[in-house]
């Protein structure tokens, strides 16, 4: 197949960056179906006169319809995405992108998908499908499974359903709440997730911030600690991957621990932890929740992240060196491997 691809790239070179641009079109329009054509240019970052020949084209063959509500793909558009995926990596170039990610971050399994979530919403719901996929791939009956919060573990959970091998799962929040839409908040994400897969979940009543008086108190809750033993016999995290003063703002840190955090050169965040460039803990949350060691026990660790501005905090925290998994976006990756180059 790469073979093939390569002669098509010299024989058509025109012909691949089209297929690119559809592929992506009936991709985009397969996560926010029904869409209007305004808005799917703009997620598409493209104009509305550019598009509407698009659109007729795959209308005309019978990949796409158009109600008043807005363009959908039928059911032909739909197989000819799905037929499509497994081309689409090498088409595109992403599975030697990922190739290249995997030695440069040292992590076994790395999955790239299309766009740049920074620029388009579409890449986000991409990320989660691929994830929800993933996981289902990765678990086992009686699994017990811990997630954070945040939009790309939301993604994650719109994405999932039923089988058979989510039997007798327990999903567990890896952390307390955070100061952030109640529907991204671990607890809400674990208990969608059960839903979702019909498995079972347990929720953690506790602020993401502690101060450390309160700490202890809450530590010795009955409740609190069932759920804390629980996720010390985790086998599966699914996570995603913050910059650190984003994630500081939104936990509400005054200016002088933002300043704080950016002598001591903090760049991602992950389970309440702060690293640097160099992948060194330089500052740690008082709160209760899954423990770096106990994601370093995991059997699994998917870490979920995409954009360009996600580039620096993915590589400090592929330096601790703790996850199986990778699943990101070209933005990203791209910005990774020109950071490493330099």
């Not at 993604?155 to 929040?173: E, I, K, N, Y």
Request: aromatic share 4%.
């Amino acid at each position: 197949m790469q073979r093939f691809i390569e002669m098509q790239q010299k024989l058509l070179p025109d012909l691949v960056p089209v297929m690119r641009d559809r592929y992506m079109l009936l991709r985009s329009i397969s996560h926010q179906q029904p869409i209007g054509r305004r808005a799917l240019a703009q997620a598409m970052q493209t104009t509305e006169r550019i598009l509407r020949a698009e659109v007729e084209l795959l209308k005309e063959t019978g990949l796409l319809y158009v109600t008043a509500a807005g363009m959908s793909l039928t059911e032909e558009g739909a197989q000819v995405l799905e037929e499509m995926e497994p081309l689409a990596s090498d088409l595109f170039g992403l599975s030697e992108l990922a190739e290249q990610l995997q030695q440069v971050l040292g992590i076994p399994q790395v999955v790239v998908v299309q766009g740049n979530a920074d620029h388009s919403a579409w890449v986000l719901e991409e990320l989660g499908r691929v994830g929800a996929r993933l996981l289902k791939q990765y678990i086992r009956e009686g699994d017990i499974v811990a997630v954070t919060g945040g939009t790309s573990v939301a993604s994650v959970a719109h994405h999932l359903a039923p089988a058979p091998s989510f039997r007798g799962v327990q999903f567990v929040p890896a952390r307390g709440g955070l100061g952030e839409r109640v529907e991204l908040q671990a607890n809400t994400l674990a208990s969608a997730m059960a839903a979702k897969t019909g498995s079972s979940y347990r929720l953690l009543h506790v602020p993401d911030r502690l101060r450390p008086d309160a700490l202890q108190t809450l530590m010795e809750e009955p409740q609190v600690q069932d759920v804390l033993s629980l996720l010390q016999q985790t086998r599966i995290v699914v996570h995603g991957i913050g910059d650190a003063l984003t994630m500081a703002k939104r936990r509400s840190y005054t200016e002088a621990e933002l300043q704080e955090l950016r002598a001591s050169g903090a760049v991602s965040e992950a389970f309440g932890y702060y690293f640097d460039a160099a992948g060194q803990i330089v500052h740690r949350l008082p709160t209760i929740g899954l423990q770096l060691e106990d994601v370093q026990r995991a059997e699994t660790v998917l870490s979920i992240a995409g954009g360009e501005s996600k580039a620096k905090a993915i590589l400090s925290f592929a330096k601790q060196s703790c996850q199986n998994v990778l699943i990101t976006d070209e933005g990203a990756a791209r910005a990774i491997l020109s950071a490493t180059r330099l």
